[in-house]
């Protein structure tokens, strides 16, 4: 049974996307599931902390990518880590007709809306792998001998399934909803 879900949102400091991801994570940690998931910071990934690299080893991790760059994606790739699954916020933007907004420290009330729809999706897949008992999350190990400024990446390394609009799960890990149920 699983623990915990490391929750990885985008970090892009100039997009306000990047701000709706790491608003609904915090949501998540905070509100929806607190103490059931933790949000891996990167600079202190690509440093090398111990702590934020257990969490992506030992925990299966929904990345939250925020635009088609999948900065999220591609740095677990590039590190050897294949994510429990993927919110993806261009689709639930546009499932939900909503902006991003143009603020990046404090969010318009369309990108808050957004934000909480996020979370909710990241909530859900989260839940599901905490909840299922038969779902079997292997840990991973992170390659240390790839060099992150590789060029080149696969527009979809992970060949993601669709889950529902704005959710994927890798097609080589274990589904988490339970069989039968309406993901």
Wanted: hydrophobic letters at 40%; a negative charge; glycine letters at 6%.
């Amino acid at each position: 049974m699983v623990e915990r879900v490391c929750i990885f949102p985008c970090g892009g400091i100039k997009k306000t996307e990047a701000t709706v991801a790491r608003i609904a994570a915090y949501m998540v940690n905070e509100d929806l599931l607190p103490r059931r998931t933790m949000i891996l910071c990167v600079p202190a990934y690509l440093r090398g902390v111990e702590e934020d690299l257990v969490m992506v080893e030992d925990y299966p991790t929904v990345v939250i990518d925020c635009h088609a760059e999948n900065c999220g994606t591609n740095l677990l790739y590039l590190s050897g880590i294949t994510p429990a699954a993927r919110v993806f916020i261009p689709d639930l933007a546009e499932q939900h007709g909503l902006a991003y907004g143009s603020q990046r420290r404090e969010l318009e009330p369309e990108a808050q809306q957004l934000a909480e729809i996020v979370a909710r999706e990241t909530a859900r897949a989260a839940l599901a792998m905490l909840e299922n008992p038969l779902y079997n999350f292997e840990k991973q190990r992170i390659k240390t001998d790839t060099c992150l400024a590789q060029r080149g990446l696969p527009a979809d390394p992970f060949d993601y399934v669709q889950l529902a609009p704005g959710l994927y799960r890798p097609s080589n890990m274990p589904d988490f909803f339970p069989e039968g149920s309406d993901a």
